[in-house]
Nanobody, 126 residues
């Protein structure tokens, strides 16, 4: 069984930065892809970014392009989300997710992911 634990959330002023981490554990952890999703208050969970575990290919939602950067450390089994130029609209619970092999066409949908973290709150004040 795979476990994902997020950390790094908090309260930040608009224009500030935060770095989220997601540490994975479990025997034979080898996802095809890791992703970050977020769920604003009263809204659905939506795709933020993803990274292929072996090749490092990334995808970003248009709303975060140029501001957020995803990266991974395959030795530490950890994925990171560097968030810069934060805006109040970025306020949400952020979830880390793992997509087990094989590749999934719908990598931008929550249903494509097999394992989820508990979420970490990010609040951006104006």
């Amino acid at each position: 069984q795979v476990q994902l634990v997020e950390s790094g959330g908090g309260l930040v002023q608009a224009g500030g930065s935060l770095r989220l981490s997601c540490a994975a554990s479990g025997r034979s952890f080898s996802p095809y892809r890791m992703g970050w999703f977020r769920q604003p208050p009263g809204k659905e969970r939506v795709f933020v970014t993803s990274i292929n575990w072996s090749g490092g290919r990334t995808h970003y939602a248009d709303s975060v392009k140029g501001r957020f950067t995803i990266s991974r450390d395959t030795v530490k089994n950890t994925v990171y989300l560097q968030m810069n130029s934060l805006e109040p609209e970025d306020t949400a619970v952020y979830y880390c997710a793992a997509d087990a092999p094989p590749d999934n066409t719908f990598w931008y949908l929550p249903g494509a992911y097999d394992y989820w973290g508990q979420g970490t709150q990010v609040t951006v004040s104006s």
